[in-house]
């Protein structure tokens, strides 16, 4: 998951945003090993084709909105190479420390990558000043999902791609029945080891979150066109692609 803004208010397991900024930077040290125990490590695979999604070329420029620890925005850098920039952005300062220190320790191409404090909701950037922005794990953390798509998609220049990664419940048999099992059982039963609140704030966030088809049409709503996703993971995981359009 990547951190960003915070839960809704009143909403099941919602925290406010001082609690949720303060819990990623609590997880933050595990938070990629406990990302690969909870994926069986096919969380870089999934950003790999997030990032294909984006279609970025040589030299182009990227945001990773909600970026946690980075992979995402390094995934992103490998595309846009030399004379490419990506940022980074994320509300968690402890997450962009190790991002940070992730990206002085990786090659990516000669890109320029850097990472920076912001908020989902109120994007500090001009309109149409990239060529793609995504989110990797983290819209349904936004406190107002339509806004923070919006700020996306106003961020992006005509043509450009928004990209949105997300866990999804699956509603069919045998598949929702293992899900329910994994996230909603064993997932906050392996988090009580790292952090008890986290962990169980993990399979409420993801209830919470609209399921395919109403993220497509949020994303209508935020002003992209030509929308569509792809389900991997037997259903669980949703990839969400749509244009600004020219």
């Known amino acids: 998951m990547g951190s960003a803004d915070f839960a809704p208010a009143g909403a099941p397991g919602a925290l406010d ?12 040290g595990l938070y990629d090993r406990m990302n690969t125990v909870m994926t069986a490590g096919l969380h870089h695979e999934w950003r790999r084709r997030a990032t294909d999604l984006a279609e970025l070329e040589p030299g ?8 946690g620890t980075g992979d995402l925005a390094l995934e992103l850098a490998g595309r846009v190479g030399a004379g490419g920039e990506v940022v980074g952005v994320d509300f968690s300062e402890r997450m962009l420390e ?13 890109a320029s990558i850097r990472f920076e404090a912001g908020n989902a909701l109120a994007l500090d950037y001009r309109d149409g000043e990239f060529d793609a922005a995504t ?15 919006s700020e996306m998609a106003r961020v992006v220049r005509p043509g450009g791609r928004v990209v949105v990664l997300e866990i999804t419940t699956p509603r069919r048999p045998p598949l929702s029945t293992f899900f329910e099992l994994w996230f909603d059982r064993i997932v906050p039963e392996l988090g009580r080891l790292v952090d008890d609140q986290a962990y169980s704030y993990l399979p409420s966030s993801v209830r919470r979150f609209p399921g ?19 389900l991997t993971a037997g259903g669980i995981i949703a990839l969400h692609v749509g244009a600004v359009p020219t």
């Open 60 to 67: 182009g420029r990227a945001l990773d909105v909600a970026t």
């Open 212 to 230: 395919p088809e109403e993220l497509a049409a949020d994303m209508w709503s935020a002003g992209l066109r030509d929308i569509r996703y792809v």
């Open 135 to 149: 989110v990797g794990f983290g819209a349904r953390n936004f406190s107002d999902l339509d806004r923070g798509l």
């Open 98 to 110: 190790l991002a940070r220190a992730k990206a002085a320790e990786r090659g990516f191409g000669g």
């Open 17 to 28: 945003e001082p609690q949720v900024r303060a819990m990623f930077d609590r997880i933050a």
